[in-house]
């Protein structure tokens, strides 16, 4: 077994501290990675806390990982000792249900294997993430960080850049696609980074105007402040997709009439309390309300390339371990920039 330095939460809305946790012997199609950072993603707030429930302690968190290959098993092909490799949300699934088979582990019909607060797929094996100094994955979940990336920056990709790439994809986002993009935040700006990079014409639709010169900056062609009288109703019609990134409650039918026929609004945040959705603002244009978790990992892997041609990481503050309260905190306040990278050499 291999001692490993992490940070963890003991409990329930404990605070996060020091933690030494084993990891296993890499095997025969294992990677071992030295981590060098791991963003912070809202959800392992919301696990910390137990807000989902069924949280298991000694938690560690984090699923936005990114290091070096350390070593590799004897049966590992395309990695090599000194390659730039990340790792998401998933450490393995059952490989064999249909979902699986069309390379949607996310939707693993047998429960695929989270990075953290989950199991192998024994059933047993706790899962412990990326606040730690290593881990230890099977090839099968082990992606490859183009080197022409910034690799504090590429940590979000893990989750914040796929949870926004496949939607955009699944919903055939290219030259002429008007996306609107509602919030931005950690999700929202790499929506905007990614659609716009897909040549997608998109606006930001926030409540907040201080935030439209990052929006323009980002690539958005177009922005509007959701709380300004009419806002809303002036863009009637004009998206082809609109991608909702508020874990915040709002009014979903507001925004579903901003779809043109045949539109989507795809859902990425969590509100806390159910929405109501008018029957009206769906079958009035054979609009679609629908919802969409991170991508499977051939769909990971193409985001990591199309970021790697076209040079997107995400925009980041990189922290010390030590300061992961003062990040939380600062990230239930919006008070982030837009991702909180944790710099691993801290442990």
């Given at each position: 077994?291999?001692?490993t330095?992490?940070?963890?939460?003991?409990?329930?809305?404990?605070?996060?501290?020091?933690?030494?946790?084993?990891?296993?012997?890499?095997?025969?199609?294992?990677v071992?990675?030295?981590?060098?950072?791991?963003?912070?993603?809202?959800?392992?707030?919301?696990?910390v806390?137990?807000?989902?429930?069924?949280?298991?302690?000694?938690?560690?968190?984090?699923?936005?990982?990114?290091?070096?290959?350390?070593?590799?098993?004897?049966?590992?092909?395309?990695?090599?000792?000194?390659?730039?490799?990340?790792?998401?949300?998933?450490?393995?699934?059952?490989?064999?249900?249909?979902?699986?088979?069309?390379?949607?582990?996310?939707?693993?019909?047998?429960g695929?294997?989270?990075?953290?607060?989950?199991?192998?797929?024994?059933?047993?094996?706790?899962?412990?993430?990326?606040?730690?100094?290593?881990?230890?994955?099977?090839?099968?979940?082990?992606?490859r960080?183009?080197?022409?990336?910034?690799?504090?920056?590429?940590?979000?990709?893990?989750?914040?850049?796929?949870?926004?790439?496949?939607?955009?994809?699944?919903?055939?986002?290219?030259?002429?696609?008007?996306?609107?993009?509602?919030?931005?935040?950690?999700?929202?700006?790499?929506a905007?980074?990614?659609?716009?990079?897909?040549?997608?014409?998109?606006?930001v639709?926030?409540?907040?105007?201080?935030?439209?010169?990052?929006?323009?900056?980002?690539?958005?062609?177009?922005?509007a402040?959701?709380?300004a009288?009419?806002?809303?109703?002036?863009?009637?019609?004009?998206?082809?997709?609109?991608?909702?990134?508020?874990?915040?409650?709002?009014?979903?039918?507001?925004?579903?009439s901003?779809?043109?026929?045949?539109?989507?609004?795809?859902?990425?945040?969590?509100?806390?309390?159910a929405?109501?959705?008018q029957?009206?603002?769906?079958?009035?244009?054979?609009?679609?309300?629908a919802?969409?978790?991170?991508?499977?990992?051939?769909?990971?892997?193409?985001?990591?390339?199309?970021?790697?041609?076209?040079?997107?990481?995400?925009?980041?503050?990189?922290?010390?371990?030590?300061?992961?309260?003062?990040?939380?905190?600062?990230?239930?306040?919006?008070?982030?920039?837009?991702?909180?990278?944790?710099?691993?050499?801290?442990?």
């Amino acid at each position: 077994m291999l001692p490993t330095k992490a940070y963890a939460a003991f409990a329930p809305g404990s605070p996060l501290g020091p933690y030494e946790l084993l990891r296993r012997e890499p095997g025969e199609h294992d990677v071992l990675i030295d981590i060098a950072f791991c963003g912070v993603c809202h959800s392992d707030l919301h696990q910390v806390r137990d807000e989902w429930r069924g949280g298991s302690y000694p938690m560690v968190p984090g699923h936005e990982i990114v290091g070096r290959v350390a070593r590799v098993g004897s049966g590992v092909r395309g990695f090599a000792v000194g390659d730039p490799v990340g790792v998401g949300c998933l450490v393995d699934s059952c490989r064999t249900c249909p979902s699986c088979q069309r390379d949607l582990e996310q939707f693993c019909e047998n429960g695929p294997a989270w990075t953290y607060n989950g199991t192998l797929m024994d059933r047993k094996t706790q899962t412990y993430g990326g606040y730690s100094t290593r881990i230890v994955v099977d090839q099968a979940f082990v992606l490859r960080v183009p080197r022409n990336l910034d690799l504090a920056g590429a940590a979000p990709l893990l989750c914040a850049g796929i949870t926004t790439y496949s939607p955009l994809r699944h919903w055939h986002v290219g030259k002429g696609t008007r996306v609107g993009v509602v919030g931005l935040g950690g999700l929202g700006h790499m929506a905007v980074k990614l659609a716009a990079a897909m040549g997608a014409e998109v606006t930001v639709l926030s409540t907040s105007h201080k935030k439209e010169p990052d929006a323009k900056r980002l690539g958005a062609r177009a922005f509007a402040v959701t709380t300004a009288e009419g806002a809303l109703s002036r863009l009637a019609g004009h998206f082809d997709l609109v991608v909702d990134t508020l874990s915040a409650e709002h009014d979903y039918n507001a925004y579903l009439s901003t779809l043109r026929v045949d539109g989507a609004m795809v859902l990425l945040g969590i509100p806390p309390q159910a929405a109501p959705v008018q029957a009206f603002s769906l079958i009035g244009g054979r609009r679609s309300l629908a919802g969409s978790l991170i991508g499977g990992i051939a769909e990971t892997q193409e985001m990591l390339d199309f970021c790697g041609t076209h040079g997107i990481t995400s925009d980041i503050e990189l922290i010390r371990m030590q300061g992961i309260g003062e990040a939380y905190e600062r990230m239930l306040r919006g008070d982030v920039r837009y991702r909180f990278v944790i710099d691993t050499a801290t442990l």
